[in-house]
């Protein structure tokens, strides 16, 4: 056993935890070995082992920020990637910190496309 597996196993199980700990966020499992953090009936994170897919802006332009700051550890996401998602690698250059706000980012970002009656907290 190598002292980097359960390092990454705890990165993963810590960002589930903290996207799980959002006002109405839940987990879901919509396809086969996929693990998703909804908020009422959208997805606002993928939560992989060593990575998670996110939705990092509004736009492809301000999402691919990150694929310059960061161009080993961030990705495009395979067909949802024109709508700002990209893989971000939790097992590389990127902070654990930094990993937290895109979560979260991401989360604000999806709740303020729900309906009002939807969002957490709301009374409808």
Request: hydrophobic share 40%; proline share 5%; charged share 25%.
């Amino acid at each position: 056993m190598t002292a980097k597996a359960p390092h990454q196993g705890g990165v993963a199980a810590r960002l589930r935890a903290a996207a799980l700990a959002l006002p109405g966020a839940w987990e879901d499992m919509p396809w086969e070995g996929d693990t998703v953090a909804k908020v009422g009936d959208k997805i606002f994170v993928f939560l992989g082992t060593e990575s998670v897919g996110v939705k990092c802006a509004r736009s492809r332009t301000e999402a691919d920020e990150w694929l310059h700051r960061y161009p080993e550890d961030a990705s495009v996401m395979a067909y949802i990637g024109r709508h700002g998602w990209n893989t971000l690698r939790t097992t590389g250059a990127i902070e654990h910190d930094e990993l937290l706000e895109a979560i979260e980012t991401s989360y604000e970002i999806v709740v303020s496309g729900l309906p009002r009656s939807k969002r957490p907290g709301s009374a409808g």
